[in-house]
């Protein structure tokens, strides 16, 4: 059987499963809960709050085709999350804000859980009730990592639904991607319900490695979700859900910026599994509200790198690691006191530990260029004509880590409201507790011309132990005024991004360490070409500290409009950046090496209206950041005054959608959109010598609607635009990774 029907099979398979689907905005099948089990940390609605808050409906998303947060980040002004190297890949910016490794600075809550790791950020989304990205700093209530924002997920649970639904979606597009989607949700009875989803997605890919004539970036993924949903009395709410997904893809298409191919010879994929168990709770009584969660999270991938990029025996990376996670959070909203008074008490904790192991393999040409190069040149200054032989054509450096992350909190709000006036007070106590174990040797033969006839064994080893201990003050203050149609506002808060461990360096380290080891063995000292990278204490990095003052408003001028602006300026101490050693050297590390600020405007504009027949809308939204280093020094260059690199500082979204309900037998309703998304420019280093210029991407769809059946036709990237989403220089040569090229698709759904 060809490949072709087996497709065509599969995707009847999946049509026929169908009964019911839900519309969009699930009108005919939803009830709203008496009680909310995601209810937001904050208790207004969103054109009242004393920030900036993107809504996402589950309508807009289906529209536009984003499925994962990296898709949805195109939807919010001024948030990117570019789509490069693999599903580990999560860097985010906001504001200015932002890292290529380690902690996230905004957080990632779905049906108020926490996800602990960013690596599980790019993953499929399940079926979305509400998306709300709330801009600014959110450490007061939701702690570490969220000092650029947070972005919240509610899904749909078994008791919103009136009755059975069982839905299902399939569709096909450029690079024989393939995604397929089913679910059920069925309320049994008033006080119970339960739900099973499933999915499923591949894709040939749209990079080609030359080398091997291979597609790189190709990729499945499977995700199952199961929840059950319980009332027992009028008071209390309860829900657990069980996900785990799977995913399976070639990783890190980087293009040589020098020959604009991808060629190298090394293995490069990912491989993840990811499980959560979430236990939710909610009780409503006496105007009191309770809010319990406790998660489990487990986090189980492999990541194999050619880390040269080349199709040189360089060197390889092998990462796998196992992260087993925990949260516990409690809130409770209590009863007004008075009109004028509210408040809101929490606690919470976390644990995460991870066993990594992280082996990096010297292949022969690294073995000349990066171990032999120096210590022969130094060597060769003393005893001419003599030199260091290694024999070995790979050396191992075997590397363990036991990494453990443990945290806790509690925090208070107030709110005091004054006629008009809302003042809010906050203030949140995070401590944390960070250590790593670590073990790591390397062996090799070896043999000096001058003095050895045969080559001797070494092995060097390296392994103990760091910890740090931190202690956190997040303060809010707000202040706003409510008119009839709108809100002013202004505030002043602290987030931090958390501090740790990099043990990516650690490869580094242990270069230096054979280096040392060997020249030791001859009884010669060889000067480090880095000498900051001796000493396994380079891997520790401080939290990540910033002050935002923001001051905007809400506008709700007439029916169906509502407008959004605001302007920030941020203040950033001990920030955290990429650091990479001299010359060629295998790690980089992170390190608090800098002072930024940040300052900018953003403004978003919808409308909707409804004529007759015909209903639709348009939204705009547009960014602007100037983000620059007020004092950095990397120890090759002096970078005070520069932008900061991968914060684009311009973001822009123009979308209108429009839909006509004909209410005929052959044909019930008429959809169109279109969109048009763009960002830049942005400087790909410190010395702001390279950057990606702004561009813009144009998306479109029609869809055609009948009683059972709907066809959808879109297009991502219609104009073919190319552009780059990563640059970066590894070992004195400059990689890129390319956006994706025009994608053209097709939907097919099926209701009874």
Known sequence: MSVAKVRIMLLWAVLLLQHGFARAQYADTVLLPEVEIAASRYDVPVTRMQQQASVITPAEAEKREAATPKDIAMLVPGLVMPDYGSAMTSSIYVRGLGSRI?????????????????????????????????????GTLYGRNTMGGLLEISTLQPLDMSSLLVRAQASYSTANTVDARAAVYQPVSEKCGWALAASYGRTDGFHTNTFTGDRIDHSWQASGRFVLDFKPDRRWRIANTLSAGWTKQGAFPYYSAQTGVIAFDGQSDYRRLCVAEAVRAEMNSGGHRLCLSASYQLLDDLMNMDQDYTTAPIFTLRQAQRVHGGTADAMLFGAKPCKWYDWHVGAGGFVRHNSLAAPVTFLRQGIDSLILKNANAGIASVFKGDSLEIHDNTIPIISDFQL??????????????????????????????????????????????????????????????????????????????????????????KGHKAGGYNPQIFSTVMQNMLMHDLSSSLGIHLNAEDPRFLEPAVMSYKPERAWTMEIGTHLMPLE??????????????????????????????????????SWGAEAEVSYSWLAGRWRGGVHAAYSFTDARFVKYDSGMGDFSGKQVPYSPAHTMRAAADAEYRAGKKWIDKITAAVEVSGLGDIPWNEQNTVRQPFYALLYASVGLHWKYVSLRLYGKNMTDTQYDVFRFKSMENEFLQRGKPRELGVKLTFSM
């Open 560 to 597: 169906g409009l509502k407008m959004d602006a605001d302007l920030f300026f941020i203040t950033c101490r001990d920030r955290q950046v990429t650091v990479f050693p001299n010359g060629k050297t295998t790690g980089r590390m992170m390190s608090n090496a800098a002072q930024s600020r």
């Open 404 to 493: 453990l992350n443990i945290g806790a909190a509690i925090w208070h709000q107030s709110t005091f409201s004054i006629n008009k006036w809302r003042i809010t007070l906050g203030l949140r106590l995070d401590y944390e507790h960070v250590a790593m174990k670590y073990d790591a040797q390397a062996e090799l033969d070896w043999r000096f011309t001058m003095v050895m006839n045969e080559p001797e064994h070494l092995k060097t080893q390296l392994n103990g132990r760091l910890q740090s201990n931190y202690i956190n003050l997040l303060p809010r203050v707000a202040v706003s005024y409510d008119f009839q149609k709108a809100t002013i506002y202004a505030y002043a808060a």
């Open 102 to 138: 380690d902690n996230p600075v905004i957080g990632l809550v779905i049906d108020g859980v926490p996800l602990l790791d960013k690596n599980m950020y790019d993953q499929h989304l399940p079926d979305i009730r509400r998306m709300t990205f709330l801009r600014g700093p959110q």
